[in-house]
T-cell receptor, first 110, second 114 residues
Framework: EDQVTQSPEALRLQEGESSSLNCSYTVSGLRGLFWYRQDPGKGPEFLFT???AGEEKEKERLKATLTKKESFLHITAPKPEDSATYLCAVQSSGTYKYIFGTGTRLKVLA | DTGVSQDPRHKITKRGQNVTFRCDPISEHNRLYWYRQTLGQGPEFLTY????????KSRLLSDRFSAERPKGSFSTLEIQRTEQGDSAMYLC????????????FGPGTRLTVL
């Protein structure tokens, strides 16, 4: 069964303190791995799509990487406005559905 | 276009009542998804439409849930005989095939069943 596990559940960082969030997955065949950001009371906001091991994507202070078993979301020199829940999702071959993890709640302190 | 919209934003109902939610996707998007999200959890897939065709439905979805997308435009999600366990945020997302599978989510409808 397709599964996504995110760690840590929660993370507190000082402004400027870089760190990484982990997303481990098991799928029968990966069609894509997705990262989203979700602010309280709002729908998720798309960040990245990764398709194959070795692929990397960057956007501002965020960088997503992918291996055959996991993905990392690296946050470089975070700011308080980066505080949010970061969700990872996978889509496997032969299905249209997305399987989401439970997310990592990030708090960046000024 | 201002994005995906959902109506209502909040719904409070009594157990046993039927409720219907509406989603208006981004106009050129042919793919539409419904999800359910509870506190501290990620979105849980409910169903998927490509144009007007419902192509996939979660095996976990009770037969009290039904969704439609007439003419491939807006979609409705109906829950019959609501139960307290149905209390959650119901999210709609749309995307356009041929892109990088980027889903645009609406703000959600928060359902409270008393």
């Amino acid at each position: 069964e397709d599964q996504v596990t995110q760690s840590p559940e929660a993370l507190r960082l000082q402004e400027g303190e870089s760190s990484s969030l982990n997303c481990s997955y098991t799928v029968s065949g990966l069609r894509g791995l997705f990262w989203y950001r979700q602010d309280p009371g709002k729908g998720p906001e798309f960040l990245f799509t990764l398709y194959s091991a070795g692929e990397e994507k960057e956007k501002e202070r965020l960088k997503a990487t992918l291996t055959k078993k996991e993905s990392f979301l690296h946050i470089t020199a975070p700011k308080p406005e980066d505080s949010a829940t970061y969700l990872c999702a996978v889509q496997s071959s032969g299905t249209y559905k997305y399987i989401f993890g439970t997310g990592t709640r990030l708090k960046v302190l000024a | 276009d201002t994005g995906v919209s959902q109506d209502p934003r909040h719904k409070i109902t009594k157990r046993g009542q039927n409720v219907t939610f509406r989603c208006d996707p981004i106009s050129e998007h042919n793919r539409l998804y419904w999800y359910r999200q509870t506190l501290g959890q990620g979105p849980e897939f409910l169903t998927y439409f490509q144009n007007e065709a419902q192509l996939e439905k979660s095996r976990l979805l009770s037969d009290r849930f039904s969704a439609e997308r007439p003419k491939g435009s807006f979609s409705t999600l109906e829950i019959q005989r609501t139960e307290q366990g149905d209390s959650a945020m119901y999210l709609c997302a749309s995307s356009f095939s041929g892109t990088n599978n980027e889903q645009f989510f609406g703000p959600g409808t928060r359902l409270t069943v008393l």
